[in-house]
């Protein structure tokens, strides 16, 4: 039986229904990795995830899916935070450290050191340097990432101490 023979109007409004599905969300969180640290590095984050700002550079938080206390993020576009990742390569490359990098820089803003990195999709990645737990900011284009990182300094000065992760 061919339903849609006797019914001109079925095929137009079923091929709307899909487009409209497709196009919503039931929410507009956006979705992150959620890092595996070690024990230690998890504890640090759990307390991070504590005392994290509810607004950074203006936005609300609304955090990424999967849920979790390694996780929070900002506004729409997402300003991300991931705590307990993974060292990134070029925190360690000689290259970052003279300055001779155009991809990666390092240095600081209100007592908090970071690696800031270019991201291939526009936008801004940004790793603590300096503590015992690294976090990950990305900032996306057209964000103003020293903002993000003013305010989100405060709380991982109180949660993440000075120290070299494991």
């Keep these: 039986m061919n339903l849609f023979r006797h019914r001109p109007v079925g095929l137009p409004a079923l091929v709307l229904l899909i487009t409209v599905a497709g196009c919503s969300s039931a929410d507009d969180n956006a979705s992150a990795a959620v890092p ?3 024990a230690k590095a998890a504890k640090l984050c759990r307390d991070l995830d504590k005392v994290l700002p509810s607004k950074v550079d203006g936005e609300s938080r609304h955090d990424p899916e999967p849920a979790s206390a390694l996780t929070a993020g900002w506004g729409g576009p997402e300003i991300i935070l991931r705590c307990g990742v993974a060292q990134p390569p070029k925190m360690i490359d000689p ?4 300055g001779s990098d155009p991809d990666a820089v390092a240095g600081g803003v209100d007592g908090v050191d970071w690696l800031m990195e270019t991201r291939d999709g ?3 990645r940004f790793t603590t ?3 015992s737990a690294y976090v990950e900011v990305t900032v996306p284009d057209g964000t103003d990432s020293s903002g993000a990182l003013i305010d989100l300094a405060p709380a991982i000065k109180k949660a993440i101490p000075e120290g070299i992760a494991d």
């Excluded at 290259?95 to 003279?98: D, L």
């Design 122 to 124: 526009g936008g801004n």
């Design 95 to 98: 290259e970052v450290a003279v």
């Design 36 to 38: 595996s640290p070690g």
């Design 129 to 131: 340097a300096n503590r």
